[in-house]
């Protein structure tokens, strides 16, 4: 408060004037220290640091609220974990290979998902992905549901999303499988879970 800077001051400039002598001599001590050992100046900028300028940009009117989440996002992103983001094993719509594909279209039809994981016997052995595009382009409609089963990527909850998210875009994938130590299934992820740690919340007419 600007009160108590101006009480503070005085005694601010006072205690400036009485360790003057006792600042020199450190300030020859660290120049002495510099010139033995030659230690490499670190010139990056730290995580607090870049906030903190997003901060005085947004608060100064130099970018937009809108701008300053972004990069706020964007900043804090490569922190994030899977286990973060992950929709968890008791929150997973799965299809089994017990379903008929009448079982399986109405999954479709009534979670409006674009893709469920496929799973035999249990959701802990997830073979695939079915993709709605795939499963309603079937030339054969009692074919077996097996045969559109696309793969899918398994990985840790330890798993950065950044790295998650260069997974996703190098295997050219929307959905993977979180897998918990035992081998079982944790949970999903998906890259709209992925790219909403960036953009905020995605919402369309499912949601």
């Known amino acids: 408060p600007e009160r108590f800077a101006m009480f503070s001051a005085p005694i601010m400039r006072l205690l400036l004037w009485v360790l003057a002598p006792v600042n020199w001599i450190f300030m020859q001590w660290k120049k002495l220290l510099s010139m033995v050992f030659k230690a490499q100046e670190d010139k990056g900028i ?4 870049l906030l903190t300028i997003v901060d005085e940009a ?11 989440e972004l990069l706020r996002s964007a ?3 490569h922190e994030l974990d899977v286990s973060d983001i992950l929709t968890p094993r008791v929150d997973v ?8 594909p009448e079982e399986v279209a109405e999954l479709f039809r009534s979670t409006g998902f674009s893709r469920l994981p496929y799973y035999e016997d249990t959701i802990d052995n997830i073979l695939g992905v079915i993709n709605q595009k795939d499963f309603y382009g079937r030339k054969d409609w009692k074919a077996p549901v097996k045969e559109v089963v696309s793969s899918v990527l398994f990985i840790t909850d330890s798993m950065k999303i950044s790295r998650l998210l260069h997974l996703l ?3 050219k994938a929307h959905m993977a499988v979180v897998t918990d130590e035992y081998g079982g299934t944790a949970g999903i992820v998906t890259l709209e879970d992925v790219i909403e740690e960036l953009v905020g919340d995605i919402w369309d007419e499912h949601d």
């Open 46 to 49: 730290t995580e607090e640091e």
């Open 58 to 68: 947004q608060n100064d009117g130099g970018i937009g609220e809108q701008e300053g």
């Open 75 to 77: 900043i804090e992103f």
């Open 93 to 100: 719509v799965a299809a089994s290979d017990k379903d008929t």
């Open 169 to 171: 875009q190098q295997n």
